[in-house]
């Protein structure tokens, strides 16, 4: 069972045990090395993909414990628009969960603007967390709106703010958070949203997406170097594929 979160105040590193929990996706959770790990925030950011692969971790870590699971709910608090619901419900059914089940623990807070997502981080979180026992803390899209509403440096400061206050809460409670950002502009494997948000960050994992795999880079972590891997894209049945489908899916093998 994972460990009770520490009460608020200082703490030496020995007092913190470190739980690992998987995400549903293999190629992930090797270059993980087993998966999100507790009292870390993770930062994703790259292909707009990568929010399918946010929605099958929140189903995926209400399964039971024995099957790698927590067996807890997951907050979402929602900039990036990410939500379907037909997906957690096909996400259920494949982990054997039902989907009324999987909907009643997933909460989600969704923003419509660069003013809601600030106060829901700042002022509402600590609260909802709470309220409700959840391990898995997810906020897509962080200054996604900043961005669309044009960042000036009060946005900056937000950013950081809510940057700060998700690893704090994030350490101190031994929840996995997970945050996604779009990628930079200006540098394609970085992402957008200034220094104090890679900084709050322990781990980083870029994503991208070729014709048929998704590429993830871990760009950042404590422990592990920089590395890569990928997964095959699943193709619904039925779909007809041309030639260079697989011509390009054996190419970019041999590129690795």
């Known amino acids: 069972m994972p460990e009770t979160p520490l009460r608020p105040g200082f703490h030496t590193a020995d007092e913190f045990m470190s739980v690992k929990v ?3 996706i293999v190629a992930l959770d090797s270059l993980l090395g087993g998966g999100l790990e507790s009292g870390l925030v993770h930062l994703f950011y790259g292909d707009r993909s990568l929010h399918d692969d946010f929605q099958r971790i929140a189903v995926k870590v209400q399964t039971s414990l024995d099957k790698g699971g927590l067996e807890t709910p997951t907050i979402i608090i929602d900039s990036a628009n990410i939500i379907k619901l037909e997906k957690f419900t096909q996400l259920a059914y494949e982990y054997d969960i039902e989907p009324e089940t ?3 623990r997933i ?3 969704r923003a419509f603007n660069s003013p809601q997502t600030y106060d829901l ?3 509402q979180l600590e609260g909802f967390l709470n309220t409700v026992p959840a391990r898995v803390l997810m906020v897509t899209g962080l200054p996604q709106l900043y961005l669309e509403e ?3 440096g009060e946005g900056m400061q937000e950013i950081s703010h809510m940057a700060s206050k998700i690893s704090t809460l994030t350490l101190r409670r031994g929840i996995f958070s997970l945050v996604s950002a779009p990628v930079s502009i200006r540098k394609p ?3 957008q949203g200034g220094r104090t948000l890679t ?3 322990q781990v980083h994992v870029h994503v991208s997406e070729s014709k048929s795999r998704r590429v993830y880079t871990l760009a950042k972590h404590p422990q592990y170097p920089v590395r890569r891997t990928n997964r095959i894209k699943i193709i619904s049945s039925g779909t ?5 489908y697989f011509l390009a899916s054996k190419e970019e093998t041999l590129d690795d």
């Open 107 to 109: 909460y989600i807070s």
């Open 121 to 123: 981080v700042m002022n």
């Open 22 to 24: 998987e995400t549903g």
């Open 150 to 152: 044009g960042l000036k």
């Open 189 to 191: 494997n970085f992402p």
């Open 102 to 104: 999987a909907l009643e």
């Open 199 to 201: 900084g709050a960050a």
């Open 240 to 244: 007809t594929l041309p030639l260079s």
